[in-house]
């Protein structure tokens, strides 16, 4: 579910004044998964505007404290997500780790870079939620290593059914500061995008397998 209230809007706008997010519905982006999408999305860039970070970083932490709780550890979800739960870490005074996408193939293999112990409460940031696969394969590595997942907290998410259905199954919590919706009003406020444009990227969010 996402975050609906000032800071939602106040995320998309920023996201879209540093063009983290691009919306283009005449010339589609090809995604990895091989879905064409009008939009696309990289968080990552908001690291290297202060103001953004900053806003992003407290925006989290406000959020973990009043769903949440304060945990035992923070943990980041690579790649995308390690830089900002390393900050919000550091601004809860908690300890970090991240989690892979697959384990290391060298070394001491590992999964989680960092140190856990069966036991912790630990909250996942993610920097971007479409199916939440990727997202629930950090949670389940957790888990098996021992630890309570409390949930999970991301900057952006689209919104789509699949993932929704996907962390229910998982039993996980997931908070969104920002989200689709409150993105394309920003983005039409803006007159970032155009009424007829709004009406193909809705079109888009409600099948985006299919969608071309």
């Known amino acids: 579910m996402a975050v609906k209230d000032e800071t ?10 540093i063009k983290a997010i691009k919306l283009q519905p005449d010339r589609p982006f090809t995604w990895a998964s091989g879905w064409k999408s009008p939009i696309y999305c990289d968080n990552r860039i908001s690291l290297s505007h202060p103001k953004v970070r900053t806003y992003i970083r407290q925006a989290l932490v406000k959020a973990i404290e009043v769903k949440y709780g304060k945990p035992d550890c923070i943990a980041g979800v690579a790649t995308a997500a390690i830089a900002q739960g390393a900050l919000v870490a550091e601004a809860m005074g908690l ?4 989690v892979r996408s697959s384990p290391k193939d060298h070394g001491r293999e590992n999964l989680i870079e960092g140190e856990v112990t069966a036991g912790q409460s630990v909250v996942v940031i993610e920097d971007l939620i479409s199916t939440g696969k990727s997202s629930l ?3 389940q590595a957790l888990r098996d290593s021992g630890c309570l997942v409390k949930g999970m907290i991301s900057v952006f998410t689209y919104g789509f059914q699949i993932a929704e259905d996907n962390f229910e199954k998982e039993n996980c919590l997931n908070i969104s500061l920002c989200d689709y919706e409150t993105l394309l009003d920003k983005a039409l406020e803006a007159n970032y995008i155009t009424a007829k444009d709004l009406i193909t990227l809705r079109q888009w969010r409600q099948s985006p397998e299919s969608w071309s």
């Open 8 to 17: 939602a809007a106040n995320i998309a706008e920023y996201l879209l004044q």
């Open 95 to 98: 300890p970090f780790v991240y």
């Open 137 to 139: 394969k950090a949670v």
